[in-house]
């Protein structure tokens, strides 16, 4: 990929949480590196619809939400594998145009995204792909999140890629299906299937309004 900055212009469709999982059997842990903005616009001199990385405290500073027209430079995200957008190490980004959307308390949300903290808080339930692609895209609670496997501990050199996606959102949503269970490989041929009692545990703390 080429180490040159692309100037990005256009208008901001979805905002969500970028939030990378490292998995090893059945243990895993979470990396809170910012947001993703799927912007329609253009970005050097191509015409289309591409996602951008941004750290918390610019979000903090603006505050985007969908409908935002902005503008900015960045950067071919190199390592695919460990990204959800396509592009990083954004610069210059400025909000040229403030959203007129009028926004509802009905699913898809699509409010100005909290802080990654909250998230933290919250917790995540699995997400089918299915509907994340059909509904969950726009939604500030939906996450597409890039996966790093250690598949054998005593050779980390053995590492799988896969993207997976989750829900931050209420336990009420009606959009909400959770799809099949996710398994996770091991050394020697072994697999760890990660089960209904983990999202459970997980989001437990909450009401189902929340």
Known sequence: MSEEKLLFEGKVVSIQPRIRLMRSFDERSHSYLGYALWVNGVIGSTAREFSIGIGKSIHAKYNFVVGDKISGACMAVVDVRQEPVDYYKV????????????????????GIPPSLEEYRHRGHRRLSSRTYETSCRTCIWGCKMPVEIIVDNWNPSRRQYRFEKFCYGPISCKLYKAGATRKVPGR???????????????????SLEE
């Not at 610069?91 to 699509?110: A, C, F, R, V, Y």
């Open 188 to 206: 020697n041929g072994m697999s760890y299937e990660e089960l209904d009692w983990v999202d459970e545990e997980e989001t437990g703390h909450r």
């Open 91 to 110: 610069s210059k980004i400025k909000k040229i145009g403030q959203s007129m959307k009028e926004l509802d308390n009905n699913p898809p949300w699509l």
